[in-house]
Protein backbone atom coordinates (compact mmCIF):
# COMPACT_ATOMS: atom_id res chain seq x y z
CA UNK A 1 0.00 0.00 0.00
CA UNK A 2 0.82 3.21 -1.09
CA UNK A 3 0.68 5.39 2.13
CA UNK A 4 2.37 8.02 4.09
CA UNK A 5 2.29 9.71 7.46
CA UNK A 6 3.19 13.50 8.10
CA UNK A 7 2.74 15.79 11.09
CA UNK A 8 4.42 19.43 10.76
CA UNK A 9 4.52 22.06 13.84
CA UNK A 10 5.26 25.48 13.98
CA UNK A 11 4.19 28.22 15.11
CA UNK A 12 1.73 28.97 13.29
CA UNK A 13 -0.30 25.79 12.82
CA UNK A 14 -0.08 21.90 13.78
CA UNK A 15 -0.82 19.87 10.92
CA UNK A 16 -1.18 16.07 11.09
CA UNK A 17 -1.72 14.40 7.31
CA UNK A 18 -2.14 10.69 6.80
CA UNK A 19 -2.92 9.01 2.75
CA UNK A 20 -3.21 6.05 1.09
CA UNK A 21 -3.20 6.50 -2.41
CA UNK A 22 -4.55 2.74 -2.85
CA UNK A 23 -7.50 3.56 -1.01
CA UNK A 24 -10.87 3.42 -1.11
CA UNK A 25 -12.26 7.35 -0.66
CA UNK A 26 -12.40 7.04 3.38
CA UNK A 27 -11.61 10.37 4.67
CA UNK A 28 -12.20 11.95 8.14
CA UNK A 29 -11.31 15.96 8.18
CA UNK A 30 -10.81 18.70 11.74
CA UNK A 31 -9.04 21.62 9.86
CA UNK A 32 -11.76 24.01 11.22
CA UNK A 33 -11.90 25.15 7.83
CA UNK A 34 -15.35 23.38 7.06
CA UNK A 35 -15.55 24.72 3.52
CA UNK A 36 -11.94 23.09 3.29
CA UNK A 37 -12.85 20.04 4.82
CA UNK A 38 -15.86 19.60 2.21
CA UNK A 39 -13.41 20.11 -0.34
CA UNK A 40 -10.56 17.37 0.65
CA UNK A 41 -13.77 15.01 1.04
CA UNK A 42 -14.22 15.93 -2.73
CA UNK A 43 -10.24 15.26 -3.46
CA UNK A 44 -10.56 11.81 -1.25
CA UNK A 45 -13.97 9.98 -2.37
CA UNK A 46 -13.36 11.16 -6.27
CA UNK A 47 -9.47 10.25 -6.03
CA UNK A 48 -10.21 6.85 -4.00
CA UNK A 49 -7.10 8.17 -1.72
CA UNK A 50 -7.89 7.71 2.03
CA UNK A 51 -7.01 11.22 3.74
CA UNK A 52 -7.10 11.54 7.42
CA UNK A 53 -6.11 15.12 8.39
CA UNK A 54 -6.12 17.65 11.36
CA UNK A 55 -5.29 21.08 11.78
CA UNK A 56 -4.84 23.25 14.87
CA UNK A 57 -4.33 26.96 13.36
CA UNK A 58 -3.83 30.34 14.34
CA UNK A 59 -8.03 31.01 12.59
CA UNK A 60 -8.39 33.95 15.34
CA UNK A 61 -5.75 35.61 13.03
CA UNK A 62 -7.44 34.06 9.72
CA UNK A 63 -7.52 30.55 7.80
CA UNK A 64 -4.48 31.52 5.86
CA UNK A 65 -1.64 29.78 7.24
CA UNK A 66 -4.43 26.87 8.35
CA UNK A 67 -5.48 26.12 4.83
CA UNK A 68 -1.58 26.71 3.39
CA UNK A 69 -0.32 24.18 5.54
CA UNK A 70 -2.40 21.73 4.81
CA UNK A 71 -1.52 21.87 1.35
CA UNK A 72 1.98 21.93 2.32
CA UNK A 73 2.19 19.20 4.46
CA UNK A 74 -0.59 16.85 2.16
CA UNK A 75 2.23 17.83 -0.58
CA UNK A 76 4.67 15.96 0.87
CA UNK A 77 2.81 12.82 2.47
CA UNK A 78 1.69 12.39 -0.83
CA UNK A 79 5.16 12.88 -2.42
CA UNK A 80 6.52 10.12 -0.20
CA UNK A 81 3.71 7.91 -0.55
CA UNK A 82 4.07 7.71 -4.25
CA UNK A 83 7.75 6.84 -3.92
CA UNK A 84 10.00 6.46 -6.58
CA UNK A 85 7.26 6.57 -9.28
CA UNK A 86 7.92 3.09 -10.78
CA UNK A 87 5.18 1.70 -12.77
CA UNK A 88 2.72 4.82 -12.49
CA UNK A 89 0.83 6.56 -15.27
CA UNK A 90 2.68 10.15 -14.28
CA UNK A 91 0.04 12.09 -15.90
CA UNK A 92 -3.39 12.82 -14.85
CA UNK A 93 -6.66 14.64 -16.31
CA UNK A 94 -9.85 15.53 -15.73
CA UNK A 95 -12.95 17.58 -16.11
CA UNK A 96 -15.73 17.60 -13.82
CA UNK A 97 -18.96 19.60 -13.99
CA UNK A 98 -21.56 20.72 -11.43
CA UNK A 99 -24.33 22.33 -12.94
CA UNK A 100 -23.31 25.46 -14.82
CA UNK A 101 -19.51 25.15 -13.77
CA UNK A 102 -16.75 22.96 -15.34
CA UNK A 103 -13.31 22.57 -15.07
CA UNK A 104 -10.25 21.04 -15.97
CA UNK A 105 -7.15 19.87 -13.84
CA UNK A 106 -4.04 18.49 -15.25
CA UNK A 107 -0.84 17.11 -13.41
CA UNK A 108 2.22 15.61 -14.34
CA UNK A 109 4.37 14.06 -11.33
CA UNK A 110 7.28 15.73 -12.87
CA UNK A 111 9.83 15.92 -9.74
CA UNK A 112 9.08 19.81 -10.42
CA UNK A 113 6.59 22.40 -8.55
CA UNK A 114 4.75 24.10 -11.43
CA UNK A 115 1.13 26.06 -11.00
CA UNK A 116 -0.85 27.23 -13.41
CA UNK A 117 -4.31 28.35 -11.36
CA UNK A 118 -6.83 29.94 -13.27
CA UNK A 119 -10.20 30.23 -11.75
CA UNK A 120 -12.05 33.61 -12.12
CA UNK A 121 -14.46 32.99 -8.85
CA UNK A 122 -17.26 35.46 -9.22
CA UNK A 123 -17.35 36.38 -5.66
CA UNK A 124 -14.56 37.02 -2.94
CA UNK A 125 -15.73 34.56 -0.36
CA UNK A 126 -18.02 31.39 0.23
CA UNK A 127 -19.44 31.67 3.22
CA UNK A 128 -16.68 32.59 5.64
CA UNK A 129 -13.84 30.69 2.95
CA UNK A 130 -11.72 33.47 1.52
CA UNK A 131 -11.41 32.65 -2.61
CA UNK A 132 -7.85 33.11 -2.49
CA UNK A 133 -6.90 30.41 -0.18
CA UNK A 134 -8.10 28.31 -2.92
CA UNK A 135 -4.99 29.26 -4.89
CA UNK A 136 -3.04 29.19 -1.67
CA UNK A 137 -3.77 25.36 -1.08
CA UNK A 138 -2.45 24.67 -4.67
CA UNK A 139 0.74 26.13 -4.55
CA UNK A 140 1.59 24.67 -0.74
CA UNK A 141 0.28 21.23 -2.59
CA UNK A 142 2.09 21.78 -5.36
CA UNK A 143 5.76 23.10 -3.94
CA UNK A 144 5.82 20.08 -1.78
CA UNK A 145 4.91 16.91 -4.08
CA UNK A 146 6.39 17.90 -6.65
CA UNK A 147 4.09 17.96 -9.76
CA UNK A 148 3.11 20.09 -11.68
CA UNK A 149 -0.53 20.97 -11.65
CA UNK A 150 -2.47 23.39 -14.24
CA UNK A 151 -6.10 24.22 -12.76
CA UNK A 152 -9.03 25.97 -15.04
CA UNK A 153 -12.19 27.08 -14.13
CA UNK A 154 -13.89 26.91 -17.57
CA UNK A 155 -16.82 28.43 -16.76
CA UNK A 156 -19.01 28.91 -13.94
CA UNK A 157 -21.24 31.58 -12.28
CA UNK A 158 -21.83 30.13 -8.40
CA UNK A 159 -18.04 30.41 -6.73
CA UNK A 160 -19.11 27.08 -4.97
CA UNK A 161 -19.64 25.09 -7.73
CA UNK A 162 -16.60 26.53 -9.45
CA UNK A 163 -14.48 25.56 -6.49
CA UNK A 164 -16.22 22.12 -5.93
CA UNK A 165 -15.29 21.56 -9.36
CA UNK A 166 -11.81 22.30 -9.59
CA UNK A 167 -11.20 19.99 -6.12
CA UNK A 168 -13.28 17.05 -7.82
CA UNK A 169 -11.10 17.54 -10.71
CA UNK A 170 -7.95 17.50 -8.48
CA UNK A 171 -8.69 14.23 -7.09
CA UNK A 172 -9.43 12.64 -10.48
CA UNK A 173 -6.78 13.84 -11.88
CA UNK A 174 -4.42 12.16 -9.16
CA UNK A 175 -6.04 8.97 -9.39
CA UNK A 176 -5.28 9.25 -12.86
CA UNK A 177 -1.50 9.55 -12.90
CA UNK A 178 -0.86 7.81 -9.19
CA UNK A 179 -2.61 4.86 -11.23
CA UNK A 180 -0.27 1.64 -11.58
CA UNK A 181 0.11 1.02 -15.58
CA UNK A 182 0.25 -2.53 -16.22
CA UNK A 183 2.47 -2.30 -19.39
CA UNK A 184 4.90 -0.16 -17.48
CA UNK A 185 6.27 -2.78 -15.69
CA UNK A 186 8.60 -1.66 -13.14
CA UNK A 187 9.84 1.64 -15.49
CA UNK A 188 9.76 5.01 -14.45
CA UNK A 189 7.82 7.05 -16.84
CA UNK A 190 10.90 9.43 -17.78
CA UNK A 191 13.38 8.89 -21.00
CA UNK A 192 15.82 10.30 -17.51
CA UNK A 193 15.11 7.14 -15.48
CA UNK A 194 13.74 8.70 -12.59
CA UNK A 195 11.13 11.46 -11.94
Given at each position: ????????????????????????????????????????????????????????????????????D????????????????????????????L?????????????R????????F?????????????????????????????????????????????????????????????R?G??????????
Amino acid sequence: MRSAEVVRNTRETQISVRINLDGDGKASFATGVPFLDHMLDQVARHGLIDLDITANGDLHIDAHHTVEDIGITLGQAFARAVGDKRGVRRYGHAYVPLDEALSRVVVDLSGRPGLEFHVEFRRAMIGTFDVDLAHEFFQGFVNHALVSLHVDNLRGDNAHHQCETVFKAFGRALRMACEIDPRAGAAVPSTKGSL
